[in-house]
């Protein structure tokens, strides 16, 4: 089984920056593709951002696209996203995912493994 970990969420005012980790266990990280997703109150978990086995590339939705970066440290088991330009409706709990098979990056289905959720709220 593969563990997720998020860490870094927090409360800051609009236009702040947070960066969002995610620890993973696991033998082969790095085979893994890795996603973000964020669930809003009384909103459906949406998708925010994803990243490939090598990271040589990266999916996200216009939503965030510009400001949010997901990056990952293979050696680290580690994935992170950096979200910059935060506004209030940026405001969610924030879940790692990880799809140890290989699906479509953007459905929720598809992703094999979860972490509990780290909450991010942007005051305005």
């Known amino acids: 089984q593969v563990q997720l970990v998020e860490s870094g969420g927090g409360l800051v005012q609009a236009g702040g920056s947070l960066r969002l980790s995610c620890a993973a266990s696991?033998?082969?990280?790095?085979?893994?593709?890795m996603g973000w997703f964020r669930q809003a109150p009384g909103k459906e978990r949406e998708f925010v951002a994803a990243?490939?086995?090598?990271?040589?590339?990266?999916v996200a939705p216009d939503s965030v696209k510009g400001r949010f970066t997901i990056s990952r440290a293979n050696a680290k088991n580690t994935v992170y996203l950096q979200m910059n330009s935060l506004q209030p409706e940026d405001t969610a709990v924030y879940y790692c995912a990880a799809d140890t098979i290989g699906r479509f990056a953007s459905r929720l289905g598809d992703y094999d493994y979860w972490g509990q959720g780290t909450q991010v709220t942007v005051s305005s």
């Open positions: 696991g033998r082969t990280f790095s085979s893994y593709r």
């Open positions: 990243i490939m086995r090598s990271g040589s590339t990266t």
